[in-house]
């Protein structure tokens, strides 16, 4: 693992040149002790600043936002209460102003010549920040190495999205302090970044030169407001006329699984203007896609399935249903609307998966997702098996691909259950109504997207129809009273299921 840039040089990285102002007033406290009055002179005649920490305000790719930048080299960036004053100040100044806000935290934790007064400083830091993000401000952090102790259990962690620097050392004990307590040394890839990343504790892990872009294309995100429903007077999107007759279920079934048809990622990458992926649970061959995107200008958070195309398919984790719930509050806290896209075989069926309360996770996703204030659109892509789909589908509304479909279990795990085999799977997929068009009738979709006959044949065209339905529906729902769509939520929820007569 590599030393991390000093506060300036990772400032300079990010911000458009000229354009950062500090924040900072200068210390004028001094500790009684000696000692450590020689360690803090020391530590300013190193690295040319008078704390742990530089704050203040700068442009990244012409947005301003504020930065809080710890200096390792600085005592080890330990937090003392000048320190944390400084950094309250900041969020404080940031809250006021409105601005987004950056922290880049690199610490060994807690000042130990400081005790107690620094430990409980971090108690200041976290109450300014969650001011902050009550006011519905962007709240971002990168983790630098090594970032621990109470940094890391605080305001480190606390970002609505939290990136961190490649290979660096991130957690709350430190190594030196469990091989005292444990006689042993813990194991190096605990506290490593890709570690926490692929069990969903960090967003992206971001090499600093890199870092730049991500948070530009982040801000664009958080900090755009949605463009206005379409007038009646502009002409949609062209769309190719419905299918006179509805897709045989089974052969909908078949479709939904070609290696060629068009995931979570695909969709995004063809139809959003501004993307930045994230990472999720399993990493890049996980189940779960998560994403900030502007689509034809509605800016949006995404959490979608992800098919694995040619291998072994991956169910749908407890730790992929818990990063699609804490997803969803940060669109609630920043006020932007949420879509969810299913396409999953089903959640895990396992001793494991038991045991990790995957059935609870269901739960608090329908619950998460139904008392959601902002906007949520839910798109069934493809397959929509188990709980694993109905975990996602709680929305405002409901957009439905032609073959896309929805059963408690896949049409061979049915009729498994009720002819004891799997070969009348076919008839059940069409005695059940599970296609899009049977689910329309029953009122869970509200707009089915054609397929000619199948996305797979034609990826652009259908990814272009189904982004324009999404841009489309977000705009209407970002234009309703808060108050006439969650009433209508609940109405619609209320009637899921009942047959149209």
Known sequence: MSMSLTAHQLIGLLVDPGSFVSWDDPVTTEPRDAEYRASLTRARERTGIDEAVVTGIGRIGGGQAALIASEFGFLGGSI?????????RAVEQATAARLPLIALPVSGGTRMQEGSAAFLCMLRITAAVQAH???????????????MGGVFASWGTLG???????????????????????????????????TLAERGLVDAVVAPEELREVLRRSLSVLTRRALPAPSSSVP????????????????????????????????????????????????????????????????????????RAGAQERPFTTADLRSVRRTARFAEQLGLPLVTVVDTAGAELSVQAELDGVAVEIAHCLTTLLSLRTPVLAVLLGQGSGGGALALLPA????????AWLAPLPPEGASAIVHRDGSHAPELARAQGIGAHDLAAVGLVDTVIPELPDAADEPAAFCARLGHAVSTALATLTATPASDRLTARTTRHRRLGDLVV
Request: charged share 25%.
């Open 236 to 307: 949609p999107a062209p769309v190719p006329p419905a299918p006179a007759e509805r897709p045989d279920a089974w052969k909908a079934v078949l479709r939904t699984r070609h290696p060629d048809r068009p995931g979570t990622r695909e969709l995004l990458r063809r139809t959003a203007e501004e993307l930045v992926l994230l990472d999720s649970p399993g990493g890049r061959d996980g189940a779960l896609v998560r994403a900030l995107a502007v689509l034809d200008g509605q800016p949006a958070v995404v959490v979608g399935q992800q098919r």
């Open 80 to 88: 003392g209460v000048a320190t944390a004053e400084r950094i309250t």
């Open 396 to 403: 405002d509304r409901v957009l439905a691909a032609g073959n």
């Open 160 to 194: 609505h999205l939290v990136f961190a620097e490649p290979e660096a050392r991130l957690g709350f004990l430190g190594p030196r302090v469990y091989e005292e307590l444990r006689g042993v040394q813990l194991p190096p890839d605990v506290q490593r970044a890709e």
């Open 133 to 147: 993000r009550a006011a519905g401000l962007p709240y971002l952090t990168y983790l630098r190495n090594p970032t």
